[in-house]
């Protein structure tokens, strides 16, 4: 399945007009599709073109390959965005690009794809987006202050990328655990922080076959705590990593990095937000940083933070 954004666009010859691609699994409901274009003439982009790519989550390797090898290929594609499907891209296809950045290697995945005249490039941006998104709502020294945790309920590209900014940051975390259904993606995260020279006592790593066994460790969770669904969870299919009997932990920041989609994780937030005084953010920030920093990449722009917000303010007007 492919999808276009190219709204009130002058007609173009689609064949020989350049456009940009966005790697996920269901391209068209993304709000994107409507934002690029108005992001397009903000930033006087070359091309007000949004072609989805739609790979099913099962997609196999060949799929992945078949996919960077267009891009390569095809001389009017400018790069891409790639969402879920970021760490089988790197795991398939890795050997395809030119050059990797240090966090695509350290992490195994790729969320920007561009171009370098003949040379493809593969960046994670996800370590960065995620900081930038996790600034917007958390006080600073918010950790320092308070003593509070970080639960991140998956660990898979968003989760990795979470754990590894907050191991980063100044005003760290007293823990961070993060969980996953599965040992061996638990593993790959811990050789990832190995490398990276994270010290072993600042994370857990916990393996939660149930819902319930995850709401046992947000229950456990230090006061002020965030608690974030890195899952996928309510976005690309139905449900939470939590079940409806959880309990958060008193002035908790439940982060839903979701924007779209059942959101189920945040309709459980938000049922505790008075009684537990909550702090319930969805992922939409995510979803302008995430988009903001790839498209500076894939057409080679400095963002200020001033046109951030120029972005950001053009993408609520059609949300």
């Known amino acids: ?158 989760g990795t990328a979470l754990s590894w900014a907050l191991a980063e940051r100044t005003d760290a975390p007293a823990r961070i655990t993060v969980t996953a259904r599965t040992q061996d993606k638990l593993d790959h995260l811990r050789e990832v922080h190995r490398q990276h020279g994270t010290p072993d006592d600042l994370l857990r790593y916990v393996v939660t076959e149930t819902p319930e066994e995850a709401d046992a460790l947000v229950a456990t969770a230090p006061a002020g705590s965030v608690i974030a669904n890195a899952t996928g969870l309510g976005k690309d299919r139905p449900g939470s990593p939590l079940s409806d009997a959880v309990v958060f932990p008193a002035g908790a920041y439940a982060w839903e990095f979701n924007y779209r989609g059942s959101l189920e994780f945040l309709h459980q937030a938000e049922a505790q937000r008075a009684s537990r005084d909550l702090h319930v953010v969805d992922g939409w920030r995510y979803f302008i940083h995430g988009w903001s920093q790839v498209v500076a990449d894939v057409f080679e722009l400095e963002l200020t933070p001033e046109t951030v917000e120029r972005l950001a303010a053009a993408a609520e007007s059609v949300r």
């Open 1 to 158: 399945m492919t999808t276009t954004a190219d709204t009130a666009a002058p007609a173009a010859d689609t064949a020989t007009a350049d456009y940009m691609g966005f790697v996920g699994v269901t391209t068209a409901s993304s709000s994107i599709m409507k934002v690029f274009p108005l992001w397009a003439d903000i930033l006087d982009l070359p091309t007000r073109r949004l072609v989805g790519h739609d790979l099913p989550m099962d997609a196999d390797p060949a799929q992945y390959r078949a996919m960077v090898e267009q891009i390569r290929d095809d001389p009017h594609h400018r790069g891409a965005l790639v969402t879920t499907h970021k760490m089988n891209v790197y795991a398939a296809a890795s050997d395809l690009f030119d050059e990797l950045d240090p966090f695509a290697v350290s992490c195994s995945e790729i969320s920007s794809i561009a171009k370098r005249g003949s040379r493809l490039s593969g960046r994670a941006k996800d370590p960065i987006t995620v900081d930038l998104a996790l600034n917007d709502f958390l006080p600073d020294d918010h950790f320092a202050r308070t003593g509070a945790e970080v639960v991140i309920l998956g660990a898979g590209g968003s």
